[in-house]
């Protein structure tokens, strides 16, 4: 027998069935652990502390709420993205610094990890290209059973 959240959730699916952004938005808030924010104690040691104005939007957005801005464009400096009324903007502009602060927050986060299960994973190792000091990704691991050497890159959808 299937549980009522399960039905209720089904529904909202249908309903929304048309709409690409809405649908990507409940998936999300579908997955395990995307609501763990609201259970972490706010501590800047730990960086789970949220301004108000941050806790704010990230409900809003997870609710699919739209914001009341008054801007129509984003107001850094080189962007001349449009800004929308759900903020989605916000999260994905490339001059904001957000973006690259999530993108390493996450890239720390997972190597940390590995490190910590035994892997020798390696932060953006150059020299990994013939003649270029590039660093191709942003881990690097071996899987010594397989004999396989794998980089691991982390990209946001923009």
């Given at each position: 027998?299937?549980?009522?959240y399960n039905l209720m959730l089904q529904d909202l699916f249908v309903l929304y069935k048309d709409d690409e952004?809405?649908?990507?938005?409940?998936r999300g808030c579908t997955m395990k652990g995307s609501g763990a924010f609201l259970h972490a104690v706010p501590n800047e040691n730990l960086g789970?502390?949220?301004?108000?104005?941050?806790?704010?939007?990230?409900?809003?957005?997870?609710?699919?709420?739209?914001f009341n801005l008054t801007k129509k464009y984003c107001s850094m400096i080189k962007c001349l993205?449009?800004?929308?009324k759900y903020g989605d903007h916000a999260l994905s502009c490339a001059?904001?610094?957000?973006?690259?602060?999530?993108?390493?927050a996450?890239?720390?986060?997972?190597?940390?990890?590995?490190?910590?299960?035994?892997?020798?994973a390696?932060?953006?190792?150059?020299?990994?290209?013939?003649?270029?000091?590039?660093?191709?990704?942003?881990i690097l691991f071996t899987l010594y059973n397989l004999g396989y050497l794998l980089l691991l890159t982390l990209q946001f959808l923009r």
């Open positions: 027998m299937e549980s009522k952004r809405s649908l990507a938005r409940l789970t502390k949220m301004f108000s104005r941050e806790f704010q939007f990230a409900v809003g957005y997870r609710m699919g709420l739209p993205g449009k800004v929308d001059f904001g610094g957000d973006r690259i602060y999530r993108h390493n996450m890239r720390d986060h997972i190597f940390h990890l590995m490190r910590r299960v035994g892997y020798d390696k932060l953006e190792n150059r020299g990994l290209l013939n003649d270029s000091n590039e660093r191709p990704g942003d």
